[in-house]
């Protein structure tokens, strides 16, 4: 079965004796050295997208290697199965992955990491462990429950890594809730930040960051932007989630610059000697794919992000992209739908539509990187009008620009009778539960529901963004800081967690702070037929 086959234990790894591992330990890249006698995991492991049966492991060498996974459903791995991996070499920054299939339904799945060196295959790393909990089939009846977290923005306005105040402690809190996976709703990296050694606060004290000379500088050249992921899992908090916790990666537009669209333009940005935006573009998607544990879509579109995720009888999850396909940030004031006013783009809507009209789940969760109904400025234009950087567009009227979008894709879940739909998000740097009300909104053609909001992880946070009313945003609660820009240190920093009763279908969804506690939660009752 090509690179992906099972070994024997008489293979050339089964010859070797391999010391057990140590859970999630990682050392930081700043302690590697080529002089290791053993290939090294500078960024641990990670892994992503699960599905019954399948799952994505992701590794890092400091070297060329080759990368092989055992895996168990048994901690002492007993009767483990050995996978051979793929080459990481210097043309992906030595990252590689393992689309492991065939596992069984719905199992807890142990797994370990051990990369063969290539300039002598006879010496191998020290095995590096994950973990991993498996979703059920999704045409059984359900039992047990489901539990799952989401935030992001992750080392945004020039707060990294603070190994003082102990690093992003908010992913040891999503670590600690023990969820199924955790759910990246995009800004990744901030490419476009510098972080510095010393950030001065407004109340006298210092955040002080781990600096590497990749994060110095705004990101340009593909190492730069590779540099970004590299930094993040320097943190120990993250490398410790990452591989005891599945992820699913979405993107939005800090993985490559602020705001960027069509209408970008960094020509008189004295940060940037680099002004070819379509090139930063690309550079930027090959150092997220090369580091997001994700599965990879296929040659139709191999760098498409947009996916949908069975997870069980209890939830399905559609994963947005709402940054590659979209038109130009302009005045967002088009009254016909057209590529200019393109936020998902016609393909993904109508992909979205087809696989909720599929769905049997009970629950629909959409992971979108932006909010539908908060105003997300993006400047001026050159006439001084306001320009949008998500959906809303302050004008609080019927639908127009890339609210037509918005408005087609809700009439039709209404018009197709689906229910229990519910949108997960982050992008604004506070917390919040938004209701959309049909009976308090301008265009009223959709089905109520619920979206919620939460960021950031490790980044400065800002709020509450105002509202429009198009789609009827009712502000159910909100948490954001009094001060905006705020560090950190402040505590303003938030997750989400998401509880699905296996017995009931009830969901509840509590909004979290930085130190795990529970700010506001709903419990929403499944509409039945």
Known sequence: MDRRHFLSTSSLLGTQALSLPTLCMAQAPALITRDHMRPQF????QSGDPTANTAIIWA????AARMWVEWSTTANYANAQR???NYLLDDTDF????DLTQLPQGQEIFYRVILQDLHNERVLSEAMSGHLRLPQASNG???RNVRFAWSGDTAGQGFGINEAWGGMKIYDEIRKINPDFFLHSGDNIYADGPISAEVNLPDGSVWKNLV???VSKVAESLNEFRGRYRYNFMDTNLRRMACDVPQIWQWDDHEVMNNYSDAKDVSEDKRYTEKNIPLMVARATKAFHEFAPMREFGNIEAERVYRHIQHGPLMDMFVLDMRSYRGPNSTNLQTVESQESAFMGRPQVAWLIDGLKKSNTTWKIIAADMPIGLQVPDGKTSEGLDKWEAI????NTHAKGREIEMARLLREIKKANIHNVVWLTADVHYTAAHFYDPSKAKFTDFNPFWEFVSGPLNAGAFGPNLTDSTFGLQVVYQKAPQQQNAAPSTGMQFFGQVDIDA???????TLKDLYGTSLYSKTLVPWRA
């Not at 500078?42 to 492991?45: A, N």
């Not at 809303?392 to 004008?395: H, K, L, M, R, S």
């Open 141 to 143: 009846k359900a039992s």
């Open 95 to 98: 990252t590689g992955r393992i």
């Open 60 to 63: 890092r060498s400091d070297r």
């Open 212 to 214: 590497t000379q990749e």
């Open 392 to 395: 809303a567009n302050g004008d």
């Open 42 to 45: 500078p960024s641990g492991v």
């Open 83 to 85: 996978v051979r991996g």
């Open 503 to 509: 017995k009931t279908h009830a969901m509840t969804v």
